[in-house]
């Protein structure tokens, strides 16, 4: 829940810094105000999606080092990859192979084939180490809360490439972070093509504002919220932590605020830019 409180709350800043700058203005049209319901909505309704996505369809779990499994992926569902980490020793805490995993994972269906590739890592303070009573060094189970919440990356998520019954096994793995995998048929976030679709109607609409309306930067604006969209429909995970969205939406921002101004540039000079209306001569008596 705390990592869907933050998408909630970064969107709501983006947009309401959009907000106030227009309400500064003296240009207020209504086509902005109809953008920007469904604008700001869409991070958050992927980001629902994502990390709340009902249950498991169906999974295959594998071991490494050539794990094979069977499953069906219906229509409509993505894929995770959930590991299960490694439990340690004391004298494993500080090796650094036990840090992290590299995985590649293969699926066919017959008429089509996909390769899944990620990583693995197991947070920082996830693993203690205290001092017992008898002066020997004992090993607490995994992390407190917040080291979970912050520092794990456990999840991966996949378009799948097809549906129906599909073969998948594991075609590399490095590392000890995790000792297993399973992956998993999901309910999917919405579709790539509606997130793009939705993503060209915002910025084209809010280039005619900035070009014709008089407005400023609302190509920008837009396009953050709608990179925000597509990318936590794309990478967030139910359990992947507040690191992640942060890293997710931190992205979104650069990413579609450095090329919504370059569309926005673009857009003004194609369109052009109206020139606003001089100030009446003052009346003299």
């Known amino acids: 829940m705390p990592t869907f409180a933050a998408i909630v709350i970064l969107t709501l800043v983006i947009a309401s810094t959009t907000v106030r700058r227009m309400w500064a203005d003296d240009t207020k049209p209504v086509l902005f105000w109809l953008m920007l319901i469904p604008a700001a909505a869409s991070p958050m309704v992927s980001g629902w999606m994502a990390i709340f996505p009902g249950d498991v369809a169906d999974q295959a779990a594998l071991e490494p080092p050539n794990g094979r499994g069977t499953f069906t992926i219906p229509a409509d569902h993505d894929l995770i990859v959930n590991a299960t980490l490694m ?28 390769t899944l590739m990620g990583k693995i890592k197991r947070g920082a303070g996830t693993v203690r180490v205290s001092d017992g009573l008898d002066g020997g060094a004992s090993i607490s189970t995994e992390g407190t809360g917040l080291a979970i919440l912050w520092g794990e990356d456990r999840q991966d998520r996949f378009r799948a490439a097809g549906t129906g019954l599909s073969q998948v096994w594991i075609g590399n793995w490095h590392g000890r972070a995790a000792s297993a995998v399973a992956v998993q048929a999901v309910p999917g976030t919405p579709p790539r ?82 020139t606003p209306a001089p100030d009446p001569p003052p009346v003299v008596d």
Not at 89 to 106: F, L, W
Not at 241 to 259: D, P, S
Request: proline share 2%; charged share 20%; aromatic share 8%.
């Open 193 to 274: 093509s509606v997130l793009l679709g939705l993503m060209g109607l915002f910025v084209l609409l809010a280039v005619f504002c900035d070009a014709r309306l008089g407005t400023d930067r609302l190509t920008a604006d837009f396009a953050v919220l709608s990179c925000a969209s597509l990318f936590i429909a794309e990478q967030v995970t139910p359990d992947g932590g507040l690191r992640a969205v942060l890293f997710t939406l931190g992205f979104a921002i650069i990413g579609g605020g450095i090329g919504g101004k370059m569309i926005g540039f673009v857009g003004e000079a194609l369109i052009g830019k109206r």
């Open 87 to 114: 439990d340690l020793g004391v004298s494993e805490v500080d090796d650094p192979d036990v840090a992290q995993t590299d995985y590649v994972i293969k699926l066919s269906g017959g008429s089509w084939e996909q």
